[in-house]
Protein backbone atom coordinates (compact mmCIF):
# COMPACT_ATOMS: atom_id res chain seq x y z
CA UNK A 1 0.00 0.00 0.00
CA UNK A 2 3.05 1.97 0.91
CA UNK A 3 4.49 2.06 -2.13
CA UNK A 4 2.61 2.52 -5.35
CA UNK A 5 -1.20 2.38 -6.05
CA UNK A 6 -2.24 3.13 -9.28
CA UNK A 7 -6.00 4.20 -10.53
CA UNK A 8 -8.80 2.01 -10.75
CA UNK A 9 -6.99 -0.91 -10.61
CA UNK A 10 -6.16 -0.47 -6.92
CA UNK A 11 -9.94 0.92 -5.77
CA UNK A 12 -10.56 -2.74 -7.08
CA UNK A 13 -8.24 -4.07 -4.82
CA UNK A 14 -8.67 -1.17 -2.09
CA UNK A 15 -12.31 -2.82 -1.99
CA UNK A 16 -13.54 0.78 -2.50
CA UNK A 17 -16.23 -0.03 -5.10
CA UNK A 18 -17.84 -2.24 -1.86
CA UNK A 19 -18.70 -0.62 0.79
CA UNK A 20 -20.06 -3.18 3.33
CA UNK A 21 -22.43 -3.48 6.16
CA UNK A 22 -22.21 -3.69 9.90
CA UNK A 23 -23.45 -1.59 12.94
CA UNK A 24 -22.27 0.71 15.37
CA UNK A 25 -21.98 -0.06 19.17
CA UNK A 26 -19.93 2.44 21.41
CA UNK A 27 -17.46 4.88 20.60
CA UNK A 28 -17.93 8.21 18.33
CA UNK A 29 -15.68 10.15 16.05
CA UNK A 30 -18.06 13.64 15.98
CA UNK A 31 -16.70 14.30 12.23
CA UNK A 32 -14.88 17.49 13.48
CA UNK A 33 -11.61 17.00 12.11
CA UNK A 34 -9.31 17.02 15.26
CA UNK A 35 -11.72 16.64 17.60
CA UNK A 36 -10.75 14.43 20.58
CA UNK A 37 -13.64 11.52 20.94
CA UNK A 38 -13.89 9.81 24.33
CA UNK A 39 -14.26 5.87 23.88
CA UNK A 40 -14.99 2.50 26.39
CA UNK A 41 -12.12 0.31 26.68
CA UNK A 42 -12.27 -2.23 24.05
CA UNK A 43 -13.91 -6.03 24.73
CA UNK A 44 -10.86 -8.01 26.05
CA UNK A 45 -9.57 -10.84 23.52
CA UNK A 46 -12.18 -10.77 20.70
CA UNK A 47 -9.98 -9.39 18.11
CA UNK A 48 -6.75 -11.12 18.42
CA UNK A 49 -8.65 -14.50 18.47
CA UNK A 50 -9.67 -13.80 15.37
CA UNK A 51 -7.67 -15.42 12.27
CA UNK A 52 -6.45 -14.08 8.87
CA UNK A 53 -5.93 -16.34 5.75
CA UNK A 54 -3.55 -15.48 3.63
CA UNK A 55 -3.02 -16.24 -0.21
CA UNK A 56 -1.30 -19.81 -0.42
CA UNK A 57 -3.50 -20.73 3.04
CA UNK A 58 -1.48 -20.15 5.59
CA UNK A 59 -2.82 -18.88 8.89
CA UNK A 60 -2.53 -16.96 11.41
CA UNK A 61 -4.21 -14.93 14.33
CA UNK A 62 -4.93 -11.24 13.43
CA UNK A 63 -2.56 -9.64 15.88
CA UNK A 64 0.06 -11.54 14.38
CA UNK A 65 -0.71 -10.32 10.53
CA UNK A 66 -1.60 -6.82 11.69
CA UNK A 67 2.28 -7.07 13.72
CA UNK A 68 3.68 -7.94 10.31
CA UNK A 69 1.52 -5.17 8.42
CA UNK A 70 2.74 -2.52 10.21
CA UNK A 71 6.59 -3.56 10.22
CA UNK A 72 6.03 -3.14 6.43
CA UNK A 73 4.08 0.09 6.45
CA UNK A 74 5.18 2.42 9.47
CA UNK A 75 9.02 2.99 10.74
CA UNK A 76 8.71 1.28 14.19
CA UNK A 77 10.55 4.35 15.41
CA UNK A 78 7.81 6.42 15.33
CA UNK A 79 5.35 7.52 18.04
CA UNK A 80 3.17 5.56 19.61
CA UNK A 81 -0.08 7.14 18.73
CA UNK A 82 0.86 7.26 15.26
CA UNK A 83 1.60 3.50 15.41
CA UNK A 84 -1.42 2.85 17.38
CA UNK A 85 -3.49 5.19 14.19
CA UNK A 86 -2.47 2.93 11.93
CA UNK A 87 -3.03 -0.16 13.65
CA UNK A 88 -6.51 1.02 13.76
CA UNK A 89 -6.50 1.87 10.27
CA UNK A 90 -5.32 -1.39 9.47
CA UNK A 91 -7.27 -3.88 11.34
CA UNK A 92 -10.13 -2.01 10.06
CA UNK A 93 -9.04 -2.24 6.54
CA UNK A 94 -8.44 -6.25 6.86
CA UNK A 95 -11.74 -6.77 8.81
CA UNK A 96 -13.52 -5.91 5.88
CA UNK A 97 -11.63 -7.67 3.20
CA UNK A 98 -12.25 -10.69 5.67
CA UNK A 99 -15.99 -9.93 6.02
CA UNK A 100 -16.55 -8.85 2.67
CA UNK A 101 -15.26 -12.18 0.93
CA UNK A 102 -14.55 -9.80 -2.03
CA UNK A 103 -10.43 -10.51 -1.95
CA UNK A 104 -8.79 -13.36 -2.60
CA UNK A 105 -12.48 -14.78 -1.20
CA UNK A 106 -11.53 -13.53 2.22
CA UNK A 107 -7.74 -14.19 2.56
CA UNK A 108 -4.86 -11.79 2.09
CA UNK A 109 -2.01 -11.31 0.42
CA UNK A 110 1.31 -9.79 1.70
CA UNK A 111 1.69 -7.71 -2.02
CA UNK A 112 1.53 -3.78 -0.95
CA UNK A 113 0.63 -3.06 -4.16
CA UNK A 114 -2.98 -5.04 -3.71
CA UNK A 115 -3.52 -5.53 -0.04
CA UNK A 116 -1.17 -4.33 2.56
CA UNK A 117 2.74 -4.09 3.28
CA UNK A 118 4.02 -7.14 5.33
CA UNK A 119 7.10 -7.73 6.93
CA UNK A 120 7.81 -10.77 9.16
CA UNK A 121 9.80 -9.89 12.94
CA UNK A 122 12.18 -12.23 11.48
CA UNK A 123 12.76 -10.11 8.50
CA UNK A 124 12.56 -6.92 10.09
CA UNK A 125 15.31 -7.48 12.71
CA UNK A 126 17.32 -9.21 9.85
CA UNK A 127 17.31 -5.34 8.06
CA UNK A 128 17.96 -3.77 10.88
CA UNK A 129 14.77 -3.45 13.10
CA UNK A 130 15.68 -3.24 16.87
CA UNK A 131 13.88 -5.54 19.25
CA UNK A 132 12.93 -2.14 21.44
CA UNK A 133 10.92 -1.01 17.87
CA UNK A 134 9.48 -4.42 17.24
CA UNK A 135 8.08 -4.72 21.07
CA UNK A 136 6.69 -0.70 20.10
CA UNK A 137 4.81 -2.40 17.18
CA UNK A 138 3.02 -4.97 19.22
CA UNK A 139 2.42 -2.40 21.72
CA UNK A 140 0.21 -0.67 19.30
CA UNK A 141 -1.53 -3.57 18.04
CA UNK A 142 -2.10 -4.81 21.61
CA UNK A 143 -3.17 -1.43 22.99
CA UNK A 144 -6.13 -1.10 20.27
CA UNK A 145 -6.98 -4.54 20.26
CA UNK A 146 -10.67 -4.82 18.71
CA UNK A 147 -11.03 -1.28 17.85
CA UNK A 148 -11.85 -0.12 14.42
CA UNK A 149 -13.09 2.60 12.49
CA UNK A 150 -17.01 3.03 10.73
CA UNK A 151 -19.46 4.78 9.33
CA UNK A 152 -23.04 4.82 9.16
CA UNK A 153 -22.80 1.25 10.53
CA UNK A 154 -20.27 -0.23 7.98
CA UNK A 155 -16.54 -0.29 8.02
CA UNK A 156 -14.73 2.29 6.05
CA UNK A 157 -12.51 2.26 3.27
CA UNK A 158 -9.28 2.46 5.74
CA UNK A 159 -7.25 3.78 2.94
CA UNK A 160 -3.69 4.97 3.94
CA UNK A 161 -0.09 6.02 2.12
CA UNK A 162 3.04 7.33 2.96
CA UNK A 163 2.91 11.50 2.80
CA UNK A 164 0.61 14.02 1.16
CA UNK A 165 3.07 16.82 0.49
CA UNK A 166 1.06 19.11 2.74
CA UNK A 167 -2.77 18.38 1.85
CA UNK A 168 -4.69 14.46 1.03
CA UNK A 169 -6.41 13.99 -1.29
CA UNK A 170 -10.61 13.35 -2.24
CA UNK A 171 -10.91 9.79 -3.03
CA UNK A 172 -13.01 10.91 -5.97
CA UNK A 173 -10.77 12.84 -7.40
CA UNK A 174 -7.95 9.26 -7.33
CA UNK A 175 -10.47 6.29 -7.87
CA UNK A 176 -13.91 8.23 -8.87
CA UNK A 177 -15.75 6.99 -5.81
CA UNK A 178 -17.31 9.33 -3.24
CA UNK A 179 -16.77 8.86 0.80
CA UNK A 180 -18.08 11.82 2.73
CA UNK A 181 -14.47 10.71 4.87
CA UNK A 182 -12.36 10.55 2.89
CA UNK A 183 -12.19 14.31 2.11
CA UNK A 184 -8.93 16.34 1.17
CA UNK A 185 -7.42 18.41 4.31
CA UNK A 186 -4.58 19.83 5.41
CA UNK A 187 -1.71 17.59 7.01
CA UNK A 188 1.27 19.95 7.89
CA UNK A 189 4.71 18.34 9.44
CA UNK A 190 5.97 16.07 6.80
CA UNK A 191 8.44 17.72 5.67
CA UNK A 192 11.20 15.52 6.62
CA UNK A 193 9.81 12.57 4.83
CA UNK A 194 11.99 10.82 2.78
CA UNK A 195 9.56 11.91 -0.98
CA UNK A 196 7.90 14.94 0.71
CA UNK A 197 9.46 16.21 -2.64
CA UNK A 198 10.65 14.38 -6.07
CA UNK A 199 11.87 15.19 -8.99
CA UNK A 200 11.94 13.32 -12.20
CA UNK A 201 13.14 14.96 -15.83
CA UNK A 202 11.75 12.96 -19.15
CA UNK A 203 13.52 13.25 -22.63
CA UNK A 204 10.89 13.98 -25.26
CA UNK A 205 11.11 10.10 -26.66
CA UNK A 206 10.42 8.91 -22.75
CA UNK A 207 7.15 10.71 -22.84
CA UNK A 208 6.22 9.46 -26.56
CA UNK A 209 6.78 6.39 -25.90
CA UNK A 210 5.28 6.17 -21.96
CA UNK A 211 2.00 8.20 -23.04
CA UNK A 212 1.62 7.24 -26.46
CA UNK A 213 1.95 10.77 -28.24
CA UNK A 214 3.96 12.83 -30.72
CA UNK A 215 5.90 15.74 -29.42
CA UNK A 216 7.18 18.85 -31.75
CA UNK A 217 9.16 22.03 -31.21
CA UNK A 218 10.31 23.45 -28.00
CA UNK A 219 9.33 21.99 -25.12
CA UNK A 220 7.71 24.85 -23.58
CA UNK A 221 4.97 24.53 -26.27
CA UNK A 222 3.73 21.04 -25.11
CA UNK A 223 2.68 21.73 -21.77
CA UNK A 224 -1.23 22.86 -22.18
CA UNK A 225 -3.65 23.70 -19.63
CA UNK A 226 -3.53 22.25 -16.04
CA UNK A 227 -6.27 22.13 -13.49
CA UNK A 228 -5.63 20.97 -10.12
CA UNK A 229 -7.99 19.49 -7.34
CA UNK A 230 -9.46 20.73 -3.75
CA UNK A 231 -6.43 18.56 -2.35
CA UNK A 232 -3.50 20.29 -4.65
CA UNK A 233 -3.06 17.00 -7.18
CA UNK A 234 -3.15 17.40 -10.84
CA UNK A 235 -7.17 16.73 -11.90
CA UNK A 236 -6.33 17.46 -15.55
CA UNK A 237 -3.64 18.16 -17.73
CA UNK A 238 -2.77 18.59 -21.72
CA UNK A 239 0.45 17.38 -23.14
CA UNK A 240 0.90 17.42 -26.46
CA UNK A 241 -2.33 17.76 -28.10
CA UNK A 242 -3.97 15.06 -25.23
CA UNK A 243 -5.63 15.71 -22.01
CA UNK A 244 -4.46 13.50 -19.54
CA UNK A 245 -5.93 12.89 -15.71
CA UNK A 246 -3.09 13.17 -12.97
CA UNK A 247 -3.64 9.76 -12.00
CA UNK A 248 -3.28 8.62 -15.74
CA UNK A 249 0.12 10.48 -15.47
CA UNK A 250 1.45 9.26 -12.30
CA UNK A 251 1.12 5.74 -13.55
CA UNK A 252 2.52 6.20 -16.82
CA UNK A 253 5.43 7.80 -16.02
CA UNK A 254 5.90 6.63 -12.49
CA UNK A 255 5.47 9.27 -10.38
CA UNK A 256 5.43 9.58 -6.78
CA UNK A 257 1.98 11.62 -6.89
CA UNK A 258 -0.06 13.46 -8.77
CA UNK A 259 0.56 16.82 -6.72
CA UNK A 260 3.04 17.77 -9.26
CA UNK A 261 4.75 20.98 -11.56
CA UNK A 262 5.73 20.63 -14.66
CA UNK A 263 8.75 23.02 -16.75
CA UNK A 264 10.42 22.10 -19.79
CA UNK A 265 14.10 21.56 -19.13
CA UNK A 266 16.64 21.67 -22.20
CA UNK A 267 15.05 19.16 -24.77
CA UNK A 268 12.58 17.75 -22.47
CA UNK A 269 9.90 18.45 -19.35
CA UNK A 270 10.67 17.78 -15.04
CA UNK A 271 8.26 16.94 -12.89
CA UNK A 272 8.54 18.17 -9.52
CA UNK A 273 6.56 15.86 -6.88
CA UNK A 274 5.33 16.62 -3.61
CA UNK A 275 4.25 13.27 -1.69
CA UNK A 276 4.11 9.92 -1.92
CA UNK A 277 1.26 7.36 -2.16
CA UNK A 278 -1.95 8.37 -3.63
CA UNK A 279 -2.73 10.97 -0.94
CA UNK A 280 -6.09 9.60 0.50
CA UNK A 281 -7.04 9.14 3.95
CA UNK A 282 -4.87 8.34 6.75
CA UNK A 283 -1.15 10.41 5.84
CA UNK A 284 1.39 8.16 7.54
CA UNK A 285 3.74 10.82 7.69
CA UNK A 286 1.38 13.45 8.83
CA UNK A 287 0.41 10.91 11.98
CA UNK A 288 3.81 10.79 12.67
CA UNK A 289 3.93 15.12 12.81
CA UNK A 290 0.18 14.95 14.72
CA UNK A 291 1.72 12.34 17.24
CA UNK A 292 5.18 14.65 17.83
CA UNK A 293 2.70 17.23 18.46
CA UNK A 294 1.04 15.56 21.37
CA UNK A 295 -2.24 14.27 19.42
CA UNK A 296 -3.31 10.72 20.61
CA UNK A 297 -4.20 8.56 17.82
CA UNK A 298 -8.45 9.19 18.48
CA UNK A 299 -7.47 12.64 17.05
CA UNK A 300 -5.13 11.63 14.37
CA UNK A 301 -7.92 9.14 12.73
CA UNK A 302 -10.56 11.93 13.48
CA UNK A 303 -8.29 14.74 11.41
CA UNK A 304 -7.91 11.70 8.52
CA UNK A 305 -11.24 9.97 8.66
CA UNK A 306 -13.74 12.90 9.66
CA UNK A 307 -17.24 12.02 10.62
CA UNK A 308 -16.34 8.27 11.24
CA UNK A 309 -16.57 6.49 14.10
CA UNK A 310 -14.62 4.83 16.64
CA UNK A 311 -15.56 1.04 17.50
CA UNK A 312 -14.85 -2.08 19.63
CA UNK A 313 -15.40 -5.23 17.96
CA UNK A 314 -18.18 -6.59 17.56
CA UNK A 315 -19.84 -3.97 15.82
CA UNK A 316 -22.95 -5.80 15.65
CA UNK A 317 -24.34 -5.68 12.05
CA UNK A 318 -24.74 -8.92 9.87
CA UNK A 319 -22.65 -8.72 7.16
CA UNK A 320 -23.71 -9.21 3.44
CA UNK A 321 -21.53 -10.67 1.32
Known amino acids: MKTAWYDFRHALCMGLLVPMLLMPTLLRLFGTPGEMPEFSAPEAGFDGSASVTLVGGETQSLDEYLTCVLLGEMPGDFPEEALKAQ???ARTYTRKAMTTGRKHEGALCTDSFCCQAYRTPEEYLRQGGTRENLDRV???????????LTYEGDYIEATFFSCSGGRTEDAAEVWGVDYPYLRATDSPGEEWARYYRDSALYSRQELEESLGITLSGAA????????RTQGGGVKTLVLGDRAFSGT?????????STAFTVEPEGTGLRFE???????????????NAMAREGAAFPEILAHYYPGTQLESEPIGKNVEK
Open 87 to 89: AVA
Open 138 to 148: RGAVSATDGLV
Open 220 to 227: SGWIGPLE
Open 248 to 256: ELREKLNLR
Open 273 to 287: TQGYGHRVGLSQYGA
